[in-house]
Nanobody, 123 residues
Framework: QLQLVESGGGLVQPGGSLRLSCTASGSTTLDAYDIGWFRQAPGKEREGLSSISSSGGATMYSDFVKGRFTISRDNAKNTVYLQMNNLQPEDTAVYYC???????????????WGQGTQVTVSS
């Protein structure tokens, strides 16, 4: 069964940057899947941030991260990244990746969620 693992979270000051990684455990390859990044803050619903097609040729961003976050993938390394710049306290959340067969930010199309990685933005 496909299992995703997120990493790269941590504590960062406002205005700082982090790069999250999403990879698959075991021998499963991600190059057949569109991959999305989501986040969930306490008491809030999980929201879609960005999605990338299986080839990396197409991407989508939510309005509230466009211009600050960049999604990319390296299929040779079986990894999808989310570069996050100019982080603000409101970006504090658990960040998740998941797979989909369509390029969308709608979480109902996603399966095989990872366990998440905590991002905390605070001074």
């Amino acid at each position: 069964q496909l299992q995703l693992v997120e990493s790269g979270g941590g504590l960062v000051q406002p205005g700082g940057s982090l790069r999250l990684s999403c990879t698959a455990s075991g021998s499963t390859t991600l190059d057949a899947y569109d991959i999305g990044w989501f986040r969930q803050a306490p008491g809030k619903e999980r929201e879609g941030l960005s999605s990338i097609s299986s080839s990396g040729g197409a991407t989508m961003y939510s309005d509230f991260v466009k211009g600050r976050f960049t999604i990319s993938r390296d299929n040779a390394k079986n990894t999808v990244y989310l570069q996050m710049n100019n982080l603000q306290p409101e970006d504090t959340a658990v960040y998740y990746c998941a797979v989909s067969e369509v390029l969308t930010l709608d979480r109902q199309w996603y399966d095989y969620w990872g366990q998440g990685t905590q991002v905390t933005v605070s001074s």
